[in-house]
């Protein structure tokens, strides 16, 4: 019963979520499911042939990567762990020049802002500008009641358990809490919020009701 009211309340706080971002010119999309959302997608960018991806969970479980192959698509996905460090670097340059790039975010607010933090840099630049279409796809539970509170999931809940899934050696992966610390394998190094649609750049926003990534 109590999973039946979260459900609803992700759908309710999803579609104010997603009226806002229409307002601020993003292609907004509010799915109830990880699959009607990964249909959703994959007809929005038929068109496409070459896909970056950045360093997200919530695209990998989708199974987005799997589907494009079975396509044909060239897939630059720099985390595949058979890849050269070299390839994987050169991977991540080319995600800001491939026709579709998709990602996640680490926080999005109820007001509409898209909140991203970054170790490299290739996901935020990416998202910003260079691919001809960005699809940023979020679970309901990185909606955050306004930007403050975005920025403070972050690095309460994103930033620690990101480090703790690649076993860095940093505060926030050993105890949780982010400490703003000066470790030499620090994740959060970058820090964009798309207050806007950027001016030249195609962007759909596809928000899911249900907990996806972290």
């Keep these: 019963m109590a999973e039946d009211y979260r ?7 999803g579609e104010k979520c997603v009226n806002n971002l229409k307002k601020h010119a993003f292609d907004a999309h509010l799915c109830k ?28 479980d989708m199974g987005l990567i799997e589907a ?10 720099h985390n595949d762990p058979s ?11 080319q995600q800001s020049l491939c026709d579709c790039f998709l990602c996640s975010a680490n926080g999005i607010s109820v007001t509409g802002e898209i909140v991203n ?11 910003s500008f260079g691919p001809k279409k960005v699809v940023i796809v979020a679970g309901a539970n990185k909606i955050c009641k306004d930007l403050h509170a975005a920025l403070d999931r972050v690095h309460t809940v994103a930033a620690p358990m990101r480090a703790k ?18 470790s030499p394998s620090r994740v959060c190094r970058i820090t964009t919020i798309l207050h806007r649609k950027p ?5 759909s926003v ?7 990534g972290y």
Excluded: H
Excluded at 7 to 13: D, I
Excluded at 199 to 203: Q, R, V
């Design 199 to 203: 001016m030249l750049t195609d962007i």
């Design 7 to 13: 459900k609803w309340l992700w759908e309710k706080t």
């Design 68 to 77: 494009l192959k079975e396509q044909g698509k060239t897939i630059l996905d």
């Design 33 to 60: 499911t990880s699959q009607e959302a990964k249909e959703l997608i994959l007809k929005m960018i038929s068109q496409y042939e070459t896909f970056g991806f950045g360093g997200s969970s919530t695209t990998r």
């Design 117 to 127: 933090v970054d170790g490299c840099g290739n996901r935020t630049n990416a998202m």
């Design 83 to 93: 890849l050269p460090f070299e390839e994987s670097l050169e991977f991540r340059r």
């Design 165 to 182: 899934s690649l076993n860095m050696e940093t505060p926030c992966a050993e105890t949780g809490i982010c400490v703003d610390c000066n």
């Design 206 to 212: 596809v928000i899911v009701a249900e907990e996806l």
